[in-house]
């Protein structure tokens, strides 16, 4: 027979993770941090200092009246925004679809060749377009913050409707 007090099984008499407190937060009891990813040993710095960054995929739009419009397609990640593809349209609506239609017309242009396997020349050019127009560090720092800050808000409203 289980001792008084032992969590586990059927018997769940005692175990301090199954009451809330007066504040409403469930009480976590020190076997609650057993599992490898709550060790210390196994915890990312950067988690532990609050600052955890994740990559965020972003795309650039370029348009030029009259001349069609680019579609860079990006990852914002530790700092670095890394060049995915690179889409041209020669409408500029196809870049930006606000409607199915479009989406699916945008759908069928030749995309062309990965941004990795354009002359090395080209990818610098793109590269320092990108920057000049700040899409650079510091955007690539914020994007993932700002990312974070907007999914945190709509979390407490989404619990605030229920």
Not at 16 to 43: C, V
Not at 97 to 122: I, M, N
Request: with cysteine.
């Amino acid at each position: 027979m289980p001792e008084e007090g032992q969590s586990g099984g059927g018997n769940t008499k005692g175990a301090i993770n199954q009451g809330r407190t007066k504040g409403g937060n469930f009480q976590i009891a020190p076997e609650d941090d057993i599992a490898p990813a709550d060790r210390d040993e196994f915890r990312n710095d950067n988690e532990v200092q609050g600052q955890g960054s994740f990559p965020v995929r972003m795309h650039v739009h370029v348009t030029r009246q009259g001349k069609g419009a680019l579609t860079i397609s990006c990852i914002a990640d530790d700092g670095e925004i890394q060049i995915e593809d690179i889409y041209s349209y020669t409408k500029p609506e196809l870049a930006d679809a606000k409607t199915a239609e479009q989406e699916f017309a945008g759908r069928g242009v030749y995309t062309g060749p990965p941004f990795h396997q354009l002359d090395e020349s080209l990818q610098e050019l793109i590269e320092s377009y990108l920057e000049e127009r700040g899409i650079n560090t510091a955007m690539a720092l914020f994007i993932p913050e700002y990312v974070d800050m907007k999914e945190q808000k709509e979390y407490v409203r989404w619990l605030g409707s229920k």
